[in-house]
Nanobody, 125 residues
Framework: QLQASGGGLVQAGASLRLSCVAS?????????VGWFRQAPGKDREFVSH????????TYADSVKGRFTISRDNARNTVYLQMNSLKPEDTAVYYC???????????????????WGQGTQVTVSS
C-alpha cells in the first residue's frame, strides 16, 4: 500500500512537499515510482517519475524546473518537492508504483499497478 500526504491550501508562489510512504513493503519492488495528478473534470496526468534503479527522473513540461522528485531509502519514502506553485497545479496528487513499468510507458497512468489514496493540493491566486 502506498500512502500520499503533505497536500494543503497555499497561495501562488508557495511551496509544498508531498510524501509517499510504502506500507508493508519497500519501494525496491517497483521499477518506477511516479506522481500523477487529477484536477476536477480532467483526466489523471503525469507529473514526475523516478526509476528506482539508478534514480533516473522525468518531469512533465508543466512542472519542469519547479518540482523535484526524490527518494529516501532509509525512510522508505518518495518525495515531490513543489516550488513556485501556480493555481493550475491545483489537483489531487497520487503516488504510484510500477512493478512492470518500462521506460517508454512510464508517463502513462496505466503502466502503474499500485496507487496511493491521493492528497489534495489547492493553490489560490
Amino acid at each position: 500500500q502506498l500512502q500520499a500526504s503533505g497536500g494543503g491550501l497555499v497561495q501562488a508562489g508557495a511551496s509544498l512537499r508531498l510524501s509517499c510512504v510504502a506500507s508493508g513493503h519497500t519501494f525496491n519492488r517497483y521499477r518506477f515510482v511516479g506522481w500523477f495528478r487529477q484536477a476536477p473534470g480532467k483526466d489523471r496526468e503525469f507529473v514526475s517519475h523516478i526509476r528506482w534503479s539508478g534514480g533516473y527522473t522525468t518531469y512533465a513540461d508543466s512542472v519542469k524546473g519547479r518540482f523535484t522528485i526524490s527518494r529516501d531509502n532509509a525512510r522508505n519514502t518518495v518525495y515531490l518537492q513543489m516550488n513556485s506553485l501556480k493555481p493550475e497545479d491545483t489537483a489531487v496528487y497520487y503516488c504510484a508504483g510500477g512493478s512492470r513499468t518500462i521506460l517508454s510507458a512510464a508517463t502513462e497512468a496505466s503502466a502503474y499497478d499500485q496507487w496511493g489514496q491521493g492528497t489534495q493540493v489547492t493553490v489560490s491566486s
